[in-house]
């Protein structure tokens, strides 16, 4: 009892509220931490300061996905006009 169907290309944007900026939120914070984390190092006197951990990047991920606003989310949803 399941049926799947495909989205035209180009569409899913307009359909799918993680497509319309949710994703793009969350990389956008990731990015900003990531880039600090390299501008600490390099201060630091670091000298492979685009090398982290696993754990390190976990850690940015969370934080990043923290950052990501309800009001984000809740503009991606209605953009989709799902709500």
């Not at 049926?3 to 319309?20: E, G, R």
């Not at 990731?30 to 630091?44: E, V």
């Not at 009001?71 to 799902?82: L, S």
């Amino acid at each position: 009892h399941i049926q799947l169907k495909s989205f035209h290309p180009n569409l899913t944007s307009h359909v799918q509220p993680n497509d319309a900026g949710i994703i793009c939120s969350f990389k956008a914070h990731y990015r900003q931490g990531f880039c600090q984390c390299a501008i600490d190092l390099d201060k630091a006197g670091k000298q492979d300061i685009y090398k982290i951990t696993l754990h390190e990047a976990m850690v940015m991920a969370k934080e990043a996905w923290d950052a990501v606003t309800p009001i984000t989310i809740k503009n991606c949803w209605d953009h989709c006009g799902i709500q």
